[in-house]
């Protein structure tokens, strides 16, 4: 099985969370930029807020592949405490990149979520939701930092997942929903007929139509 876009793909796993519908505990956040089209169709399903959780990872100095930690929406920022001492990476140094990344991620989320404040995320139920998991370094920073909020319960909701990634993370959130978990798995973009890029423009416009309730004009 293929899906045929993130649309369709957020609208099937909707109906994976359909206990969670019309309830006023619960939260869909998407994350940037991919997550928010499938995010979009389950907060539309759900009849629940949709916002975004922006996370933007703490590269090692010279490394920067290498995550030392991570920012997110909200002022959050956690660190690899393992990786900070094992390289003996000074606080003037994480204070460095995460300075530089805390402006991205403020540009970011002013692009997207305009004057809108974040979200009351303590006691509520949150679905975080991405287009795949594929190493799923990303949800992993985005989950770590969510739980700095105290969320009742946390949900994550993809399309379709590496296994041992979706494993992963069954054994570390309240609940994973992952339509497939195909093997060999490659890349989140082969099990997709149209997968490309979302773009801020698209973020944006979800958002705002999430916010005044206009989901008929989503596919517009």
Known sequence: MRFKDRTQAGQLLAK??????????IVVL?????????????AKTLNAP???????????PDQRELAMGAIASGGVRV???????????????????????????????????????????QDRTVILVDDGLATGATMRAA???????????????????????????????????????PSPFYSVGLWYDDFPQTTDEEVRLLLDRAANKQWLMANC
């Open 16 to 25: 994976e969370l359909a206990a969670y519908a019309d309830r006023p505990d």
């Open 30 to 42: 998407g994350l940037p930029r991919g997550g928010v089209p499938v995010a979009f169709e389950i």
């Open 50 to 60: 949709l916002d975004i959780f922006v996370v933007r990872k703490l590269g090692v």
């Open 79 to 121: 660190l690899n405490e393992d990786i900070v001492r094992s390289l003996h990476i000074t606080e003037a140094e994480i204070d460095q990149v995460a300075t530089k990344e805390q402006h991205e991620l403020e540009r970011r989320e002013h692009l997207y979520r305009g004057d809108r404040p974040f979200p009351k995320l």
């Open 143 to 181: 989950f770590t930092a969510l739980q700095k909020y105290n969320p009742a319960k946390t949900v994550v909701a993809v399309p379709v997942s590496a296994v041992e990634t979706r494993d992963e993370f069954a054994a570390k959130v309240d609940e994973i929903i992952c339509g497939l978990t």
